[in-house]
Structures are given as structure tokens and as C-alpha cells.
């Protein structure tokens, strides 16, 4: 069975950092990707960012580039976000989410933010960033 949780949100001023942990387990992470996603309320949900497990290839929604840093351990099983110059836009709830790459036959997708579909999510944590 797939499990994310993630931790490590909270309340901080703008220009603070946070970093987020997304702890998984029930899947084996070379044949999947994690994605962070986020929503604030009143808007869609939308990716901020996703990592590859088998080559460590991360992508990022141009708004957090330079800000935002997305790495995995595998030894710890654990996905970070580790998020930079905080601003009040950033407030939101964030969540992670796995998808399938590959499998034992065929490639999905080489990209975290290809055709793939994130079926498995966590219970989100809240960001919130004061001004």
C-alpha cells in the first residue's frame, strides 16, 4: 500500500524558510516520481514542483525557481522541499504525491511533469507565510 505524509508546515514571515518532508513508503521510488503540489484557497490546485526517483531529475513552476529546492534520501525514504524567501503567495496548503514512471515493461514517462498521473497522495500540511 502507497503512503505519503508529509510534515513540516507552518506559520512564518515573509522571507523565512520552511522545509517540507514528504515520508513514503509501499512503492519502490526508482519507479516513481514525487510531486509537491499546493493549493490556496479559492484557487486550483496547481504543481510547484517533482522529482524522479531513478535519476533525480526535479522540475519547478517558473513563480518558485530560485526559491524552492526539491531532493530525495533514499536511505531515509523521504522527499524534502525546502522552500527559500517565503512570500504571502505562497501560503497554501501543500501536498505530495506519487506517480507511476515505469514499469517492469515499459517506460512511462522520463519526466516527473510528463503524461503521468499522480494517483497517490498525502494528507497535506499548511503553509502559511505572514507579511
Known amino acids: 500500500e502507497v503512503q505519503l505524509v508529509e510534515s513540516g508546515g507552518g506559520l512564518v514571515q515573509a522571507g523565512g524558510s520552511l522545509r517540507l518532508s514528504c515520508a513514503h513508503s509501499?512503492?519502490?521510488?526508482?519507479?516513481?516520481?514525487i510531486g509537491w503540489f499546493r493549493q490556496a484557497p479559492g484557487k486550483e490546485r496547481e504543481r510547484v514542483s517533482c522529482i524522479s526517483g531513478s535519476e533525480g531529475k526535479a522540475y519547478y513552476v517558473d513563480s518558485v525557481k530560485g526559491r524552492f529546492t526539491v531532493s530525495g534520501d533514499n536511505a531515509k525514504n523521504t522527499v524534502y522541499l525546502q522552500m527559500n524567501n517565503l512570500k504571502p503567495e505562497d501560503t497554501a496548503v501543500y501536498y505530495c504525491?506519487?506517480?507511476?514512471?515505469?514499469?517492469?515493461?515499459?517506460?512511462?514517462?522520463?519526466?516527473?511533469?510528463?503524461?503521468?498521473?499522480?494517483?497517490?497522495w498525502g494528507q497535506g500540511t499548511q503553509v502559511t507565510v505572514a507579511s
Open positions: 509501499g512503492f519502490n521510488f526508482d519507479d516513481y516520481a
Open positions: 504525491a506519487a506517480a507511476r514512471l515505469r514499469t517492469l515493461v515499459r517506460i512511462i514517462s522520463s519526466r516527473c511533469n510528463g503524461n503521468i498521473d499522480y494517483d497517490d
